[in-house]
């Protein structure tokens, strides 16, 4: 058991993937400009009618300017409205391509997320975080809830990394699938310690096709917000 004291590798951006704008974000962008286009139209209409009103007024019953004020100032709030839909539209189709290229920088990366459940294929990473030391227990169970190893050990404040490479108590190796840690510790004064894991694996793939994007790590999805780290290659870890 050793702390893993590497800090998390820099990410740095992939090239902007090139984004299609999808049937119905195309349908909705006409169907704005084209309601634009219609408010214009009918905006000069009303000021071609307005003049035409204005030029024929009675002298002696004139038209009320409150009125038509608060008809132009109508018209103007419904257009800007609709010009604030467009920019909107623009708004969230960049922010998709973002998320798009962000998930693509992982793919490859060794990377750790919150969770107790890890695949096993040659060996299974956990990170363990606790806010002292303590004395823990980890047991490992498999999918059905048979417990597959179990032991005690020292767990120090901080990070620290186990890696399980399958061998059970008695010494036979359990067969490739999931497997989930559960952590019981407490402190040289007998209380509980709370005491969290992460889930360590290699990104393999992205689904581009979620929104936002998954990215897939040993036949499990998450998205980027869930990734607390990134870990750097040949970096040190605990062993069962």
Request: hydrophobic share 35%.
């Amino acid at each position: 058991m050793a702390v893993d004291a590497t800090l998390p590798t820099p990410v740095t951006s992939a090239p902007a993937a090139a984004s299609s704008s999808s049937s119905s974000g195309s349908t909705t962008g006409t169907t704005s400009s084209n309601a634009t286009a219609g408010i214009a139209d009918n905006f000069q209409t009303f000021l071609t009618l307005l003049t035409t009103q204005l030029q024929n007024q009675n002298p002696l019953d004139p038209l009320d300017t409150n009125q038509f004020t608060a008809q132009l100032v109508q018209f103007a709030q419904v257009e800007q409205q609709l010009k604030a839909n467009d920019q909107l539209t623009s708004l969230v189709n960049i922010e998709k391509s973002a998320q798009s290229t962000q998930a693509l920088v992982f793919v490859g990366q060794t990377v750790t997320v919150d969770g107790s459940t890890a695949h096993f294929d040659g060996h299974a990473t956990w990170n363990l975080n606790a806010p002292s030391n303590a004395n823990a227990v980890i047991t490992i169970t498999d999918k059905t809830g048979q417990t597959a190893y179990s032991g005690n050990f020292q767990v120090g404040s901080g990070n620290a990394s186990f890696v399980w490479d399958g061998k059970g108590n008695d010494g036979t190796t359990w067969p490739v699938g999931d497997y989930k840690m559960t952590v019981t510790a407490k402190d040289t004064n007998g209380k509980d310690v709370a005491v969290t894991t992460e889930v360590q694996g290699v990104v393999d793939s992205v689904d581009l096709t979620a929104s936002p994007p998954l990215l897939s790590i040993g036949g499990q999805t998450f998205t980027t917000d869930q990734v607390k780290r990134i870990v750097a290659p040949n970096s040190g870890a605990g062993t069962s």
